[in-house]
């Protein structure tokens, strides 16, 4: 079995589609740490709102994935309408599931970019529309699928790893992974992972290495370096970015992220942010 199809069958989730149709208002949900929520934008237009990033504007149709229960408002603009199927993806475990701990808090993806799931998004659509008995059923069926083809997609994309993913679901490394997404500002050393996950030094670095892929030491400077960027597109300047980001000065952040990067932080603002 390869092991998305292992993943989901360890750690499962189920879809329950709560609207279907033509929405002219706006609605707010409040964080919800037993399920995520599912936006399939038909048409639009839709704004959506959460904290800390700036509103993203919804003319097409899109997916807009919440896979952990952010907060979050879904707003129409006024005097438009747009056609929405919304569901609940009710994760085992809830927000801790690994498959909910691997996506990003918002992963949003125009239908367009996604040929893969024509076929199932036209069964789900086709099937909304439907008047038969059984609907219902069949919707949230169709939506478990979606969400198997969007884990694929995404490790597809590159924008997942098979080992974080391997990771977040092993019951030793999971509490190690988490303490560094959570975080990842902390003066971090192998002895101190070694002991969130309840493991030697010698034990920890070994069985990181056999799951996850790289070593602990890797793997924390790539996920500090993508905290960084982050907050860098924000337009956080580079000494507040570098100790955000677990660095105890502005050069050492600096030679950092050219060594991972290849360019320094400033250049790669300029030159790649923009093109993202």
């Known amino acids: 079995m390869d ?60 997916m807009v994935f919440y896979p952990r229960g952010t907060a979050h408002t879904l707003e129409i603009p006024e005097g438009a309408c747009a056609n929405l199927l919304c569901a609940d993806i009710c994760f085992e475990d809830g927000g801790a599931n690994p498959l909910a701990q691997a996506l990003p808090a918002c992963l949003y993806q125009p239908l367009a970019g996604m040929p893969a799931l024509a076929h199932t998004l036209e069964l789900l659509f086709a099937e909304a529309a439907a008047k038969a008995q059984g609907r219902d059923v069949i919707l949230d069926r169709l939506c478990d699928v979606l969400m198997i083809q969007v884990l694929r997609h995404e490790f597809e994309a590159g924008t997942l790893s098979i080992g974080l993913l391997a990771g977040l679901a092993d019951r030793q490394l999971a509490p190690a ?15 101190t992972l070694a002991r969130e996950a309840c493991m030697s030094r010698a034990r920890f670095t070994e069985h990181f290495r056999n799951v996850v892929g790289m070593p602990p030491g890797e793997y924390l400077t790539r996920w500090r370096i993508g905290v960084a960027q982050d907050l860098l597109r924000k337009g956080m300047p580079v000494k507040v970015v570098s100790s955000q980001a677990g660095y105890t000065s502005a050069p ?20 790649v942010a923009p093109a993202m």
């Not at 988490?178 to 002895?191: C, D, G, K, N, S």
């Not at 050492?252 to 290849?262: D, H, I, P, W, Y």
Request: proline residues 6%.
């Open 3 to 62: 092991k998305i199809s292992s993943l989901v069958g360890r750690y499962s989730f189920r879809a329950r589609v709560f609207f279907n149709g033509v929405f002219c208002d706006s609605n707010t949900f409040v964080e919800n740490k037993t399920a995520g929520q599912l936006h399939l934008v038909r048409s639009g237009p839709v704004i959506f709102r959460h904290e800390g990033e700036a509103p993203l504007h919804v003319n097409e149709p899109a």
């Open 177 to 191: 992974l988490r303490a560094i997404h959570a975080r990842p500002h902390e003066p971090w050393q192998l002895e």
């Open 252 to 271: 050492a952040f600096t030679r950092a992220f050219t060594s991972l990067v290849g360019v320094s932080p400033r250049q790669w603002l300029k030159e």
